[in-house]
């Protein structure tokens, strides 16, 4: 059985699963070079050209049904195209969600956290918005059982709140909240917006965070409902729609947070994130004691939020937590096609992780300029200072660079941060990623009991030393999202065991292989433009192609 679904919402991507299995993937901000893309026909035609097979069931994922002219032009698109009718999606946007990290969890048994800034709309009939979906709890068993256990939606039209609750009740028989204008992410987002960017740009916010003063920070949630006081609604001209901010410092949004201005803002972005995950921490505290339930999977946006996922495992010791690494909406079309697939064939045998993680790639054979470069020379370029690009197979799926699409430099360097920052244009206060030998985790870091943490989606405090060790990837906090290795990772272990073996040191410096504001690199074209973007940068030794052992840069 083949099941076909894409998402025309932000993070737009395609998923073909087959039996159980991916047989294509592909998020359209990658082909289209628009971030967050969210009109997918140019990985469409790319899953056409494969010409894969027969198609069983092909979706049209939205998290929502009031554009019934993009719904018929997709279906002429798909009917043209494939040959097959277009369906609407027949689940929600959060059970998409729920589906993805359930069935990548290897959980037999578990309860699925889905913390969200928009799921799917509650429409008047006049087709106007009047909720949406914010945070969802579900309880998940095989073969298809997605059951929700817990519904919150956030009201767009006060007015009609009783009517709108009193239909949701109904629709999914349970007591639907829906009380606040606002939400988890839509709180977390008021700092978001203080800081000049756009609601989905909320990791900026967290990475800020961390330079806030420990300060007691008034309660911004009573009785699992954000205090409407303190925020209000604007029409931010970078969103998709209207965003938070706290009520009374609309005068004070700015994107120029230097290191004369940021306490300020520093102090907002703490003040969010503490505040959104004890009250994260709270709902899953509750539920896993209603249900005796201890495997517990995370996603949404609120998901990558590597902050918020450590105090959930400090805090809960006996839940067995996953993290999912596509958490965003990118990942919600294989989702819907897993889900689809199990309720279809009623197949019952657990899924492990597999390879969800990584993109379709397939390129012509193309002549890349460069020298013949083996590990070793890599490895001197990094000792000396130089940061190097790594472009490997497959690029990954989600938005963290794993080794495939990765951009590499010496964590020793004290200046490192600030180095690698400038070269990506990125704002000066956010951190960097490491990676590091699974076999050296927990010399480095204190692991919470984990022995990996593969796909990045958690951070860790440090040991002592380990920022004098490796000041480049320790944050100001004493924390850093860390990706671990080994033999099964191919080439990013070959290289970082050969760096340990020359330096002492098992990590190394790991970000994604763009510049900011543009999606990750995906094709050697993607690379080279990468490279005349650079040019002038002195410390940046060029791109890598790991299975052509060629190094280009700008001097080739």
Not at 127 to 138: C, G, K, P, Q, T
């Amino acid at each position: 059985m083949r099941v076909v679904s894409f998402n025309v919402c932000h993070d737009s991507s395609v998923c073909s699963y087959v039996d159980g299995n991916i047989e294509f993937y592909c998020k359209e901000e990658r082909l289209s070079r628009i971030k967050r893309d969210k009109e997918p026909y140019k990985s469409l035609e790319l899953f056409y050209e494969q010409k894969f097979g027969k198609i069983d069931h092909f979706f049209y994922l939205t998290p929502s049904d009031d554009s019934p002219d993009d719904f018929r032009y997709s279906s002429i698109f798909i009917k043209k195209k494939f040959g097959v009718n277009l369906e609407n999606c027949p689940f929600s946007h959060h059970e998409c969600h729920a589906s993805l990290a359930f069935y990548n969890s290897g959980f037999e048994e578990c309860l699925v956290f889905v913390v969200d800034r928009n799921g799917s709309i509650c429409f008047g009939p006049n087709n106007e918005n009047l909720a949406r979906e914010s945070e969802s709890i579900y309880k998940c068993s095989y073969p298809s059982n997605i059951d929700p256990i817990y519904k919150s939606f956030w009201i767009c039209d006060e007015n009609k709140k009783y009517v709108v609750k009193k239909s949701l009740d109904f629709h999914y028989g349970l007591d639907v909240n829906v009380n606040n204008p606002f939400s988890i992410v839509k709180v977390y987002e008021a700092a978001t917006t203080l800081i000049g960017q756009n609601a989905l740009e909320n990791g900026k916010t967290m990475g800020l965070a961390s330079y806030g003063e420990d300060l007691e920070y008034e309660s911004l949630f009573l009785n699992g409902s954000p205090i409407r006081n303190y925020f209000s609604s604007l029409d931010i001209p970078t969103s998709e729609e209207d965003s938070s901010c706290f009520y009374g410092y609309e005068d004070l949004i700015t994107k120029d947070i230097n290191k004369e201005n940021y306490q300020f803002y520093a102090n907002k972005s703490k003040h969010v994130q503490l505040e959104t995950q004890k009250e994260t921490l709270r709902l899953i505290s509750k539920f896993v004691d209603d249900t005796k339930v201890k495997n517990v999977c995370i996603v949404g946006g609120y998901g990558l939020n590597v902050v918020a996922n450590n105090f959930y495992i400090k805090n809960l010791p006996d839940v067995n937590f996953y993290f999912e690494p596509l958490s965003d909406d990118s990942g919600i079309t294989i989702g819907a096609s897993m889900l689809k697939y199990r309720r279809m064939s009623g197949d019952d045998k657990i899924s492990t992780q597999k390879d969800n993680f990584y993109h379709f790639y397939k390129e012509d054979n193309i002549e890349i300029p460069g020298i013949k470069k083996t590990v070793e020379d890599i490895v001197d370029l990094l000792i000396d200072q130089k940061i190097i690009a790594l472009f490997d197979g497959s690029p990954e799926a989600g938005p963290r660079a794993l080794g495939h699409r990765s951009l590499l430099f010496d964590p020793r360097n004290k200046d490192g941060k600030d180095i690698v920052n400038v070269l990506k244009k990125r704002e000066w206060y956010r951190p960097f990623a490491g990676i590091i030998l699974e076999k050296e985790f927990d010399k480095y870091f204190y692991t919470l009991g984990l022995q990996r943490s593969e796909f990045m989606t958690i951070n860790f405090e440090c040991k002592p030393d380990t920022k004098n060790f490796v000041p480049s990837i320790v944050h100001v906090d004493n924390t850093c999202r860390i990706q671990t290795v080994s033999e099964k990772d191919g080439f990013i272990f070959k290289l970082l065991n050969l760096f340990y073996e020359k330096t002492g040191c098992p990590m190394l410096l790991n970000t994604s292989f763009n510049l900011a504001g543009d999606p990750l690199v995906h094709s050697i074209g993607d690379a080279l433009n990468f490279i005349d973007k650079v040019s002038d940068t002195k410390i940046f030794s060029g791109v890598y192609f790991v299975e052509n052992n060629i190094l280009t840069s700008a001097l080739n």
